[in-house]
Every structure is written in C-alpha cells, then in structure tokens.
T-cell receptor, first 115, second 116 residues
Framework: EDKVVQSPLSLVVHEGDTVTLNCSYE??????LLWYKQEKKAPTFLFML????IEKKSGRLSSILDKKELSSILNITATQTGDSAIYLC???????????????FGQGTILTVHP | GAVVSQHPSRVICKSGTSVKIECRSL??????MFWYRQFPKQSLMLMAT?????????EQGVEKDKFLINHASLTLSTLTVTSAHPEDSSFYIC????????????FGPGTRLTVL
C-alpha cells in the first residue's frame, strides 16, 4: 500500500522565520511528488517534482526531491502570516497507462505564523 | 488558472436521506474527475476516479452502491451519498483534470456534509 508521511504535523513560528517541511514516501511506480497549500478549502498547487536534486523555486518557497532517500522538503523563507495554512504533500503513482496518476496524500503539516 | 466549483458548499441532512454534490469545471473540459474525502486533521483520501461517459473506478474499501458517481459531461460530475449516516459526515473535495499530468489536477472548494 502506498504511503506518504509528513513531518512535523504542526509548526508554530513567528514572521520572518524560515521553516522546512518534510515529506517521505513509499510508493510503487513513482511518477512525481507534488506540494499543495490548503487554506480552509481547495488545495492550491505549489510544486511538482519528478527529478532528484533539482530545486524548484517560487518566491520565498522552494522544494527539492531526493529519490534515493524517498523524500522531499519544502522550504519557506521569511515567513509571513499569510503563509499560515496546511501544506500537503502528495505522491503520484502510475495508474496503468493513463495520462494521470493516482495521488496519495500525506496527512499535512499545519503551519501557523504569528506576527 | 482553471476553476473548479462545487455545490453545495455545505449541507446538513438527516440520517437515511440521500445527498447529491456537484463538481463543475468552469473554464476547461475535464476528461477525468476525482472525488476525495477529508476527515478533520487528516489527509485527503481518494474515493474514486471518473472518466466522462464511463463508470467510475472506486478505491478499495469505498462502497460503490453508497457513493454513486456520475460523470455525464466534460464539465460535470456528481457524487450522491445514498442513505447517509453520521459516519459519512466529512469534507468531500473533487478535482478535475484536462488529461494532462498531475499538476493539471485542479481542486474544488469542497463540500462539508453533516449527517444528523
């Protein structure tokens, strides 16, 4: 059974701090790893990672995949109160020849950023 | 970006009744739609995958007769929770894909179902 584990489960920081969120996985037929931000409702897409060692960056957020260690990290620098959300990691596995893969989600990390 | 809507956003119903949740892709054609449920402080769990015009594929442990999925058009999928019970209370989220990779799976805002 495919499994995705995130840590920590929750994190409380102050504005300006840097945070690192972790995601590890055990998945058959790995295709990609995705990070999402969920603020009360729909998860919004942040990054999709397919290759090891290549950092993806968007503003203050960055992420990297380590396929040898079966893990990924999401970094947020100079955190702001607007970064408070649940951060979800999902791993896509091949679904038998289809263009889409099945997503298995981790339990999420609840990030709270205080002013 | 692509927009996916869900209706209703929240619903309260009595035990034993059926509830229908709609998922619509507003500005693209969704060849595939996915239905998830999310319990408080827990992850999204995939319930089923539906392709337009064909039967849904249900994940192990999901009762297909209880959670009826219809994907009648390229912009609409519905999930009907039949004979709802309190344990069905959850947050149901759909996502829609235009046939591209996983990064083209766009999520709806979710429906909060409470069964009394």
């Amino acid at each position: 059974e495919d499994k995705v584990v995130q840590s920590p489960l929750s994190l409380v920081v102050h504005e300006g701090d840097t945070v690192t969120l972790n995601c590890s996985y055990e998945v058959t037929n790995f295709r990609s790893l995705l990070w999402y931000k969920q603020e009360k409702k729909a998860p919004t897409f942040l990054f999709m990672l397919t290759s090891s060692g290549i950092e993806k960056k968007s503003g203050r957020l960055s992420s990297i995949l380590d396929k040898k260690e079966l893990s990924s990290i999401l970094n947020i620098t100079a955190t702001q109160t607007g970064d408070s959300a649940i951060y979800l990691c999902a791993v896509e596995a091949d679904a038998g020849g289809t263009s889409y893969g099945k997503l298995t989600f981790g339990q999420g990390t609840i990030l709270t950023v205080h002013p | 970006g692509a927009v996916v809507s869900q209706h209703p956003s929240r619903v309260i119903c009595k035990s034993g009744t059926s509830v229908k949740i709609e998922c619509r892709s507003l500005d693209f054609q969704a060849t595939t739609m996915f239905w998830y449920r999310q319990f408080p402080k827990q992850s999204l769990m995939l319930m089923a995958t539906s392709n337009e015009g064909s039967k849904a594929t249900y994940e192990q442990g999901v009762e297909k007769d209880k959670f009826l999925i219809n994907h009648a058009s390229l912009t609409l999928s519905t999930l009907t929770v039949t004979s709802a019970h309190p344990e069905d209370s959850s947050f149901y989220i759909c996502s829609a894909s235009d046939g591209g990779g996983a990064d083209t799976q766009y999520f709806g805002p979710g429906t909060r179902l409470t069964v009394l």
